[in-house]
């Protein structure tokens, strides 16, 4: 039995388009071809792989945004209002640690380094979310985008596996918040996927070589695999799923091994 999800007449932000390899990419076209109209904040640095994307997808609005800017959220927010008015839903799919903290000794890392990562990586899905909170329309769903190093030590993903740890807190804090306006907020834990952010990572190429030994499914998994998850949530078809973390990750995380 095949279940079309039509997502006609809604509207989403998205954060987290830096190329074509951006899981962020993947959703927002998933919901583009849904029926769903795009509203994407992306860094200045990115522009010239992020601009051609665009034009692949139906009427979208773009700004630039960078979630340490509160100028830039200021008015990415108020195009986002005068354009859309209400929303339906919300992806956030960015993280930043330096590269320096991604490889090593975690508790080599800087308070600096530290703070930035929870601020990019954590802290920007409760200010994103507070400022479409009074656009969302009841029903709405938030997506976050996490990684098992939140809850496992895996080498190298040192600071991100912490600033992970917060942002899986706050699903589930924001899940309670907002709650009662019918907004769902969850996370996809994703397993490992080759995009400029995992470049920074360097024991990368070991972990995709790892799943492929270990997970139940004997692979790795791909961006539009993420991107149906991601249309699931937001679609009906989850509607009484809130504050949860839901693996991507051809089983990997199961294992004991
Ligand atoms: N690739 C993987 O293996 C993997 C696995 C699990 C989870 N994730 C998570 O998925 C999300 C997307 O990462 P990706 O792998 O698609 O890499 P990506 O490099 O394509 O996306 C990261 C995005 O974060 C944005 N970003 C960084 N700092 C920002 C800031 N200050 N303001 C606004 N945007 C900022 C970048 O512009 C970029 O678009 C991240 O949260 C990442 O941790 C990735």
């Not at 090593?104 to 890392?109: D, L, T």
Request: hydrophobic content about 45%; some cysteine.
């Amino acid at each position: 039995m095949s279940v079309p999800i039509d997502l006609k007449g809604k509207k989403a932000i998205v954060f987290g388009i830096a190329n074509d390899k951006s899981i962020a990419w993947h959703i927002a076209k998933r919901l583009n071809d849904a029926g769903c109209r795009i509203a994407a904040g992306y860094q200045e640095r990115v522009e010239p792989l992020f601009m051609p994307l665009m034009k692949e997808l139906h009427n979208p609005i773009y700004d630039k945004c960078d979630v340490v800017d509160d100028a830039l959220l200021e008015s990415f927010f108020k195009k986002v209002q005068e354009e859309f008015g209400e929303i339906d839903f919300l992806v956030h799919s960015i993280a930043f640690a330096k590269r320096e903290h991604l490889q090593g000794k975690f508790m080599n890392v800087d308070k600096r380094g530290y703070e930035v990562a929870h601020q990019v990586s954590a802290y920007s899905l409760v200010e994103l979310s507070r400022r479409a909170a009074p656009m969302l329309k009841n029903g709405g769903s938030i997506i976050a985008m996490t990684y098992l190093g939140s809850e496992k030590a895996v080498p190298g993903y040192n600071i991100m596996g912490v600033a992970k740890a917060a942002l899986e807190s706050s699903v589930r804090y924001l899940a309670y918040d907002l709650g009662e306006k019918q907004i769902r907020v969850n996370a996809i834990s994703a397993g490992p996927i080759a995009t400029l952010a995992a470049s920074g990572i360097a024991n990368f190429p070991e972990m995709l070589l790892n799943y492929v030994a270990k997970a139940p499914l004997k692979r790795n998994i791909t961006a539009d695999e993420v991107a149906d998850c991601a249309l699931f949530l937001c679609s009906d078809l989850s509607k009484a799923i809130t504050g949860q973390v839901i693996y991507v990750d051809a089983g990997y995380s199961v294992m004991g091994i």
